[in-house]
């Protein structure tokens, strides 16, 4: 069993940047696809970001262009890397990891954009 602990959110004003982590408890080196997701209040989780074992990146349009997911397997960590942040980036952020049987979320961290 694998967990998975977000950290790196916080208050930010629009325009601003932060860069959440996700540490897993374990190798990651097997996992073959790893997501970010939000889900801001009273809105449906949706996906932002997605990265392969193979290094291809997708990112949601509402976030191309200023988001970036990036793996560190030497520190089992993914990381979402947020620019340009505006007050519609204001959601709770989660990240997925899945491989073969496995697929583990974390418990999120908050983003809240200040206008």
């Known amino acids: 069993q694998v967990q998975l602990v977000e950290s790196g959110g916080g208050l930010v004003q629009a325009g601003g940047s932060l860069r959440l982590s996700c540490a897993a408890s374990?190798?990651?080196?097997?996992?073959?696809?790893m997501r970010w997701y939000r889900q801001a209040p009273g809105k449906q989780r949706e996906w932002v970001a997605a990265?392969?074992?193979?290094?291809?990146?997708n990112y949601a349009d509402s976030v191309k262009g200023r988001f970036a997911i990036s793996r560190d397997n030497a520190e089992n960590t993914v990381y979402l890397q947020m620019n340009s942040l505006t007050p519609e980036d204001t959601a709770v952020y989660y990240c997925?990891?899945?491989?073969?049987?496995?697929?583990?979320w974390g418990q999120g961290t908050q983003v809240t954009v200040s206008s």
């Open positions: 997925r990891m899945m491989g073969g049987w496995s697929d583990y």
């Open positions: 374990g190798s990651i080196f097997s996992f073959n696809v």
């Open positions: 990265l392969t074992s193979g290094r291809s990146t």
